[in-house]
């Protein structure tokens, strides 16, 4: 036996009343890792390294890509729609082209086949002008 609309709305609402729990769940935890963050930035600030004591900083340590100490001294770039690129940390790199070259070649193959057909067609008295 299937079930019943009523069955349905009972699971949508619980459902729902799930969802709303977990997302107020973690909307609580993200503010306290932000308090806790804050905490420490504040414990890092209090305990400055000229008066002895280690900084802390706020949060996990970032690491950082090996190729952004060589963008660091770079040009800007201009790119075909005008923008400039001048961010260390936004890289110009050339799009893949092979997808492109690949529609090329289908769109060429297609018009050559639907020539050779038209004229397979013309010759086989199918097709008058």
């Not at 079930?3 to 729902?16: D, G, M, T």
């Not at 932000?34 to 504040?42: K, M, S, W, Y």
């Not at 893949?96 to 013309?122: F, K, Q, S, T």
Request: charged letters at 25%.
């Amino acid at each position: 036996m299937g079930i019943s609309q009523l069955e349905r709305l009972a699971n949508q609402v619980k459902n729902a009343g799930i969802r709303e729990v977990r997302r107020e769940t973690n909307q609580f935890r993200r503010s306290l890792v932000g308090q806790a963050r804050q905490l420490c930035g504040r414990a890092g600030q209090a305990l400055d390294p000229d008066q002895g004591g280690p900084a802390v900083s706020a949060g996990p340590p970032r690491r950082t890509p090996p190729e952004a100490e060589f963008r660091t001294e770079q040009e800007p770039v201009v790119c075909a729609d005008g923008y400039v690129r001048r961010s260390p940390v936004q890289p110009y790199r050339r799009g893949d082209m092979r997808g492109r070259r690949r529609r090329i070649v289908l769109w060429v193959l297609a018009v050559i086949l639907i020539v050779l057909l038209a004229a397979a067609i013309w010759r086989g008295g199918l097709l008058r002008l």
